[in-house]
């Protein structure tokens, strides 16, 4: 579908090669013909975006749904906003996780064949450390492993300095922190919550154990999304633009999975 986009825009295919063999070999490696610098002013960037995007070499860093490529293309469509790629890209595959993260408790999450998984036996909070400004979103896949209690798989976005110590606590009550909570109430609801319990836009939602879903968490400008599979099922308008803050992850009970992380601005 990208390199379908693009033959659309620019009345050529992605990658003009006759050559089988160095085809092959270019696709595998993602070498596009893409318009020089002097020649992009002529088409809509934020479109070509979606398409070089879309024909991304690596798997991870391609639209992971079909409805999030179709978001894509209505976002550009309405004149909203043109996410970058991946700014932040965290796949959990060795111990070097522990550099970019921290977690609210000892040992709180441990990982296990590239995913992190919470070990906490109640709430548990792992953040990104740096803090981030500007419009964000944080996607991940979470999944609620079978055997395991119901509870979130979810993220928080909070302006509270949480990292001032060196062991990171829950933001404080009142802080400007939003839960995008996931399998939230014993895995009976899924929405946007203030300071953890107050709810701000919430359906009714049951997740099924085992089963790996695509949760994305926006914030930009004053506006708040949580989107599961490419669909969204919870948004809410704030007073006050949202300022800097961080992204963490946030697991009730031991069991809950979170793989293939990213953030974009």
């Not at 986009?5 to 009345?11: C, G």
């Not at 992971?64 to 490529?69: L, S, V």
């Not at 060196?166 to 899924?190: D, I, K, M, W």
């Amino acid at each position: 579908l990208g390199a379908t986009l693009f033959h659309a825009l620019l009345l050529r295919k992605p990658i003009d090669e006759p050559h089988p063999t160095r085809f092959w070999e270019r696709k595998l490696k993602g070498d596009l013909d893409f318009p020089t610098r002097q020649k992009l002013s002529k088409y809509p960037r934020a479109l070509l975006a979606v398409a070089r995007r879309a024909m991304h070499p690596n798997p991870v860093e391609r639209y992971q749904t079909i409805g999030e490529f179709a978001r894509a293309l209505r976002d550009f469509v309405a004149g909203g906003t043109n996410w970058s790629a991946p700014l932040v890209s965290e796949n959990f595959e060795d111990e070097s996780w522990r550099e970019r993260f921290r977690s609210t408790e000892p040992e709180a999450f441990e990982a296990v064949s590239g995913a992190i998984v919470s070990r906490a036996p109640l709430g548990a909070l792992l953040y990104h450390v740096d803090r981030l400004s500007g419009g964000v979103a944080l996607e991940f896949d979470g999944t609620m492993l079978e055997g395991s209690l119901p509870g979130d798989i979810s993220a928080v976005w909070t302006e509270d300095d949480v990292m001032r110590e060196e062991v990171p606590r829950f933001p404080r009550q009142g802080s400007r922190t939003y839960c995008f909570q996931v399998g939230a109430l014993s895995n009976h609801a899924a929405g946007i919550f203030r300071d953890f319990h107050q709810p701000l836009a919430v359906q009714s939602l049951r997740l099924e154990p085992g089963r790996t879903y695509r949760i994305r968490c926006e914030v930009d400008e004053r506006m708040l999304s949580l989107s599961i599979d490419g669909e969204i099922v919870a948004e809410y308008e704030e007073k006050l633009p949202f300022r800097s803050g961080y992204w963490a992850l946030y697991a009730y009970y031991p069991g809950k999975s979170f793989a293939n992380l990213r953030i974009h601005q």
